[in-house]
Structures are given as C-alpha cells and as structure tokens.
C-alpha cells in the first residue's frame, strides 16, 4: 500500500514538473481550438481584450497578469512560425529560441494608443486635441457576410523630446496697467508656460481592422489617439469608415439578399432544378416543380445577411427570375403542337402598368 501511494506521489509531481516546463497553455488562454486560422485568434483576441483589460477589472488582482497571458498568446498564435515551434514543444522552445520578444503592443494595434474610455469621466475635455482623420475602408459584400480582420499601415506622427524649450499652454489674460494716481487700464495679452522642446517624429504603425459580420456601409470604427497630434495636447482619432464595393451576383438591403435567375423558356414550363453559390461557398438549393412566370420572386430563408447586433439572426434570400425566351423561329407544325399542349385562348388586355 505505502509503495502505491509512492508512486502516485511520483506520477504526480512528474505531471506538475511537465506541465511547468511546457508553459503556459495558449490555446486555453484565448479559448480557441488547435485548428483556428489566424482571424478566429486575432477576433479572439480583439473580444477578450475588452473583457480583460486591467481598466475595466481594477478590483482583480490578477488583471493584470491575465492580461498578460492574453497578449503573450495572441504574439505566438497570430505568427505562424511561433505557433509551428509552440506547437511542437509548447512555450519553453519558444524562450529557449528567443522567440517570446514581447517586441509589439497587439492592444494599441486594435484598439489605438489610449485603448478605449470605459467610464467616460470627461476630466480631459478641456484639454487641446489634434483633429480627427477619417478614412474610407472599401470591402467587399464576402468580407461582411463572414468577417475578415483588414491590416493597414501608416505613418503617425508622434511627439519626441527636443532640445531647449518652448512656450506652450497659451493663453488670454486680463492684465491692469497703471496710468498714473488713480487712473488705471485693463488689458488683454497673451500669457505661456515654458515647456520643454518637442518635435514631430513620422513612426510606422500597423492597425488590425476587424470587418465584423453584418457590419453596415458607413459604419465606423474609432481608433483612439492615432489622428493628427496636438502639441499641447492629445492626438486626435482615427474613424475609419466601411463602404461596401458593389456586387456582381447580389443586392444587399438591410439583412436581406436579392439576386435574379435567368432560366429558359423550357425550364420556366416544366420546373427545374439548380444551385447558386453563396458569398461564403456553400450552395443554396433552388427547386421548381411548377410554371415560373417572369418576374416570379421566391424566398430562401434565413439565407441573407447574419446580423450585426446578433449574428444567430439573418436575413432571407430574395431570388427574381427572369425568362430567356428562344431565338429560332418555330415551324407551323411546332406552333400548332404548342397551342395543342397550353390549350390557351389569345388575351390582349391593353392596360396601364406603370
């Protein structure tokens, strides 16, 4: 019995010595599974990071190591030579490489320099402020039918010390000037700090843009303090802003998805049975058993868009079809046949359609 309880007490601390040596468990950290591509961990990572964020978690003693890890996992399993090498021996390879540089700051990437307010104290609304820059995101329909994470890089000027000083923090100030016994001026002038010297420096900044699923044509994302810089103050926001490019196959209305169909005469008569490819690849099944008049709408539901507030909500399919009718001319035999099978009398009904 005592030699059991030896052996488990060994297989155990066998356990504890791997499982410090393989290091942190990554795929656990970000909730995914082994087999996610790079824009399932990057849009981990982006919904995550708003719940983590030791600003939003200030009575959690651990947020900030929580944070931490986040980040840690998001610089391995968004590199693809990191994740190989993490993959084949977990976290300690990694270090033993140098490869856990910790060299970038995923959060600003996302979010921008000063991540985003969670209360929205308004202490700094008298502070100068830089203007905002607003740019125009073209994508396409596929992107906000599946989502997509869009990498942009620019040049941001930032503000690095200088030498000497400068004036800084102007401002108008009522001044008395004495003219002489009992006669006096009020003034305004001009006041300033002395401030050490600053300079305007262009860095090199990569932004990871989330095209989330639903999203609409003109909505838009704030990147916090990567606008135009203030030098007495904060950087403006960078607004970048969704225009949906148009779309060969489909029309999108809110949620909904409207698209034609040309089919022949003969199918229109006697039914038919086809496929449409959807934005994402998967195919739609359309089958009619009956006489499709031009003009004719149906309806495939739940075949639209996915929903932005909700994405376990989408819209439907709107299918027009549209009939292609022969060139040839017919015979008289073929045209008598026809009159045999529809058995209808002529209708000239002159009426207004608009």
């Given at each position: 019995m005592q030699l059991i309880k030896c052996l488990v007490i060994i297989q155990l601390s066998l356990l504890l010595v791997e499982e410090s040596l393989a290091g942190r468990d990554f795929y656990k950290i970000l909730n995914v599974k082994k087999s996610a591509n790079t824009n399932e961990v990057k849009k981990a990572y982006r919904r995550l990071a708003k719940e983590l964020h030791p600003d939003k978690n200030k009575d959690d003693p651990d947020a900030s190591t929580k944070f931490q890890d986040l980040g840690a996992a998001y610089e391995v399993l968004s590199n693809p030579d990191k994740r190989k090498t993490y993959d084949r021996c977990g976290e300690d390879c990694l270090k033993k490489e140098g490869?856990?540089?910790?060299?970038?700051?995923?959060?600003?990437?996302?979010?921008?320099?000063?991540?985003?307010?969670?209360?929205?104290?308004?202490?700094?609304?008298?502070a100068p402020r830089g203007a905002d820059i607003v740019m125009d995101l073209y994508v396409s329909l596929e992107e906000l039918y599946s989502g997509n994470f869009v990498e942009i890089v620019r040049n941001k000027p930032v503000t690095k010390p200088a030498s000497g000083t400068r004036k800084c923090n102007c401002r108008q100030e009522m001044v008395t000037r004495n003219l002489g016994p009992g006669r006096f001026q009020m003034i305004q002038q001009t006041v300033c700090d002395e401030c050490p010297n600053v300079k305007l420096v262009n860095e090199e900044r990569t932004l990871e843009i989330e095209v989330?699923?639903?999203?609409?044509?003109?909505?838009?994302?704030?990147?916090?303090?990567?606008?135009?810089p203030h030098i007495d103050g904060e950087p403006g926001d960078l607004i970048v802003r969704v225009q949906q490019m148009p779309h060969p196959r489909f029309l999108r209305k809110n949620d909904d998805l409207y698209t034609n169909v040309t089919i022949s005469l003969q199918d229109a008569l006697v039914g038919f049975s086809m496929e449409i490819k959807h934005l994402d690849g998967h195919l739609v099944p359309v089958t009619r058993e009956k006489v499709t008049w031009p003009g004719a709408r149906i309806r495939k539901k739940g075949e639209g868009m996915p929903n932005f507030e909700n994405n376990n909500l989408t819209g439907n399919l709107y299918i027009t079809f549209d009939v292609e009718f022969p060139k040839k001319d017919l015979t008289e035999e073929d045209k008598e046949a026809l009159k045999k099978i529809l058995d209808q009398s002529s209708i000239n009904r002159i009426y207004n359609g608009l």
């Open positions: 490869m856990m540089d910790h060299g970038g700051d995923p959060f600003s990437s996302f979010f921008g320099d000063f991540g985003f307010h969670f209360g929205g104290d308004g202490q700094q609304q008298d989330e699923q639903g999203m609409v044509d003109g909505q838009e994302t704030r990147f916090v303090a990567e606008g135009e």
